[in-house]
């Protein structure tokens, strides 16, 4: 960590945030872990003044919009009515700033933040706090969903001078844009051991107009130290590390911090990482005769079952919620976002590749299902969050959870229908309330509740197996499955009834790039077209409103419009890193899922722009934005983190490498040779924190299995090869189909596939890898044996 005192900058986190809900919530962590609330940078802040902390005088918000009202963002939109004389990032605000002689008052968030939501109410509606900031600050909106960038440059330095960050995150620049102060959520006025809102904004003010000068040095130190800090090159390095070294000391590192109760990897807040998961399936695959497979096995498969049996996932409506506040995966944060819907139908489908059990598969279905109902645009794109909160009545104040959680009450009167054959009188309402464990004063502890909004409510979380519940009531197992799936149907009709969580109809390219490889994969697992068709119309829409033709660019954002329509900011919002490297895997994902090669002569496409507009040619490995839109930032990071979701750097190496087994270009794989290297010191230090990093190096050093079906597409028993390997887990592959025809897309970058003969003019599948072809097979059992070995 940079320390604050090499910065000669003085940080002070402000403690008194209460345990449980309270602290893990204060924001939603840019490091998947929420933190208390904390001011960083050079100017002193006191440690508050007497008694609790209290609201703002609120007054009814303005009429009158301010300019944020023209944006598409629904978070900016959400704060056009504030007295705040709020601009969106741009040079407008930045000349304002330099001709005024003002600091900036950057605050970044997103739509479906709990945090951001509790700041806006209590601080950017305040008339007072208004007054301050209008007169004294040039006051900058930013949607960090919209402008990744900007998030990730200034988090870097909040995280860097404090104990950690989150959002909402409030940071002061300097009007060259360089940063001196920072933090997270503020309250509006002191408490007994936390610092307002308005005693920083008074703070700052008083040492921007005393101490400029000693501001202004301080920022430029902390800059220069931060551009030290994170380079991330080759520099003398000509290879990267050995994949058998970091893939040991990642299972290690995760191994001694797994929960051998409840599964997962913290105590809380406890968050679902798919990419971690998924490096223990690969870890598996890899070591499956050692006991450490096993055991990298057994570690995911657990935390998958007992995240689904939790109350971090929806049992009523489907899908998962951000994470959970304890480590028994029972009280959520409950928005839920697009990103982890996408990741998580993928785990549970490999886990029923792997696993064989349906218990998976059923969970990636209803994920799916989740999406397809509540975050799909009729065009084909997806929506990117649901919020936490909502009125538990019209007219009411939102309340976190009010949407999801339910009394005793509630569910009897729902489900009063009497069970016949148990052994006891009992009901509908009981039977689902024991496998559910709902009692009458509520299942969400106090501590978790901090302000009372949950009293007497019940998350729904499975306390037994269906086996046990059946036993405790004499009944039968399928029997207890119906009434308990009869029971929940019942419910989600009920709750259709209530006010709605806002949704964040906002679309990004990366995280519909991630929907089309979550269709895809969980379609070609199970052998279902129709989620392998919303996969299609998903990749369609990207093509039709998300990618300029002339340029070769992709954009980064659209909005749904009145009537169904797509609307797009002016100007348009372009693509970055994490855009083109999540669209590219959708892309060779749903190739493989098709066998269309379009898709494949896409993501080429995209990813030659991808090189052109990110690659670091000195350096190796991409940057996160492009140079000409990142102009003024202080900082062009390249991210080196896979967090709640994967690097774009990871994704990028796994990209290349698939790339160069459906092409054959040698540039690609030195492209990701470069990568790995540039990687190498971030890897050897932490590898548990490039998880899919590490994957991407054990798949280059093992090398790729090329796998060619060659048979008409609409015959059964090309079907049949295909559908074998799409059963079996084998992440480290490409999937080739070899039509016979020598003038197509695939032949023309293989030459090779045009020798392949069919074997009695049946389809026939072969298996090139490490330099050594298979004999050819025709029987899916045959080539099972061989994928197997």
């Not at 504030?82 to 950057?106: C, T």
């Not at 024991?434 to 509740?449: C, F, R």
């Not at 302000?451 to 007497?456: D, S």
């Not at 470069?674 to 990093?693: D, G, I, K, N, Q």
């Amino acid at each position: 960590m940079l320390g604050a005192q090499a910065l000669q900058c003085r940080g002070l986190l402000l403690p008194g945030a209460r345990p449980g809900l309270a602290a893990s919530r204060r924001g939603s962590s840019s490091r998947d872990k929420d933190r208390s609330v904390s001011v960083s940078g050079s100017v002193p802040m006191p440690a508050g003044g007497k008694g609790s902390r209290t609201n703002c005088s609120q007054a009814t918000p303005q009429k009158v919009p301010n300019r944020l009202i023209n944006e598409k963002s629904p978070y900016l939109q959400q704060h056009a009515y504030n007295p705040v004389d709020w601009y969106p990032w741009g040079q407008e605000a930045f000349d304002k700033a330099r001709k005024e002689n003002k600091p900036i008052f950057l605050s970044v968030g997103y739509s479906t933040c709990h945090w951001c939501h509790m700041m806006e109410e209590e601080s950017f509606q305040n008339e007072e706090i208004g007054r301050l900031l209008n007169e004294d600050f040039v006051s900058v909106k930013v949607d960090r969903e919209e402008r990744p960038d900007v998030d990730k440059v200034y988090m870097t330095f909040v995280q860097a001078t404090s104990s950690g960050g989150g959002w909402p995150m409030n940071v002061w620049l300097t009007p060259n844009l360089q940063p001196f102060v920072g933090g997270t959520y503020f309250p509006p006025e002191d408490g007994l051991t936390r610092v307002g809102f308005h005693t920083v904004l008074q703070r700052i003010r008083e040492q921007w107009k005393q101490n400029k000068n000693t501001l202004l040095e301080n920022s430029q130190r902390v800059t220069t130290a931060l551009l030290a800090r994170s380079e991330i090159s080759m520099g003398d390095r000509q290879l990267p590390p050995s994949a058998a070294t970091m893939n040991s000391r990642c299972f290690q590192q995760l191994d001694e911090g797994y929960d051998e109760e409840y599964g997962g990897f913290a105590e809380a807040p406890k968050f679902p990482t798919p990419v971690i998961l998924s490096f223990l399936f690969s870890y598996w695959l890899s070591h499956r005769l050692t006991q450490d497979g096993s055991r990298a096995q057994q570690m995911a498969l657990h935390t998958l079952k007992m995240m689904a049996n939790g109350g971090i996932r929806d049992h009523v409506g489907q899908g998962f919620h951000r994470y959970s506040t304890d480590r028994q995966w029972h009280v959520p944060h409950f928005e839920k976002m697009l990103y982890d819907q996408a990741q998580l139908a993928v785990a549970y489908s490999q886990a029923f590749q792997i696993s064989g059990d349906e218990f998976y598969s059923d969970v990636a279905k209803g994920i799916l299902q989740y999406v397809t109902r509540n975050l799909s645009h009729r065009s084909g794109g997806f929506y990117s969050a649901e919020d936490a909160d909502s009125p538990p009545e019209r007219g009411m104040r939102p309340k976190e959870g009010a949407f999801y959680v339910w009394t005793v009450k509630e569910v009897q009167q729902l489900l009063p229908e009497p069970v016949p054959g148990a052994t006891e009188p009992l009901t509908s309402g009981q039977l689902l309330m024991k496998h559910y464990g709902l009692t009458e004063a509520g299942n969400i502890s106090s501590n978790q509740d901090p302000k009372g909004e949950l009293h007497g409510q019940n998350v729904l979380t499975v306390r037994y197996s269906l086996e046990l519940t059946a036993a405790r009531f004499g009944l039968d197992v399928d029997a207890v499955r119906t009434l308990l799936n009869t029971g929940l149907e019942k419910l989600f009709q009920a709750r259709k009834h209530r006010p709605k969580p806002h949704l964040d109809s906002k679309m990004l390219a990366a995280w519909n790039g991630l929907m089309v490889s979550g269709y895809a994969v969980t379609g070609a697992v199970l052998g279902l077209e129709r989620l392998i068709n919303y996969a299609i119309n998903c990749a369609k829409f990207l093509k039709r409103h998300m990618f300029d033709v002339a340029s070769g660019r992709l954009m980064r954002t659209c909005y749904a419009g009145s009537g169904g329509t797509v609307e797009h900011s002016n100007p348009p919002c372009w693509g970055f890193l994490e855009d083109y490297a999540f669209v590219v895997r959708g892309l060779l994902d749903l190739y493989e899922a098709t066998q269309e090669s379009a898709w494949l002569e896409w993501a080429l496409r995209l990813q030659d722009t991808q090189d052109r507009l990110f690659w670091d040619s000195q350096g190796g490995g991409y940057f996160c934005s492009e140079a000409e839109l990142g102009a003024g930032l202080p900082l062009r990071l390249k991210d080196d983190q896979d967090g709640a979701e994967p690097s774009a750097n990871s994704v990028s190496a796994h990209n290349l490498l698939r790339l160069h087994g459906f092409t054959g270009h040698k540039d690609w794989m030195d492209k990701c040779v470069c990568l790995l290297t540039a990687f190498s010191e971030r890897m050897r230090r932490v590898p548990v924190a490039l998880p899919e990093m590490v994957r991407a190096l054990s798949a280059h050093q093992q090398t790729l299995k090329q796998i060619v079906i060659c048979g008409d597409p609409q015959a059964k028993g090309t079907k049949a090869l295909l559908q074998c390997v799409h059963s079996i887990y084998i992440p480290n592959k490409v999937l080739i189909l070899a039509d016979g025809d020598p003038s197509s897309f695939l032949s023309r970058q293989l030459p090779f596939l045009s020798t392949l003969r069919r074997l009695e003019d049946r389809a026939t599948a072969y298996i090139y890898g490490s330099q050594v072809c298979s004999l050819p097979v025709t029987e899916p059992c045959e080539l099972r044996k061989l994928l197997h070995q």
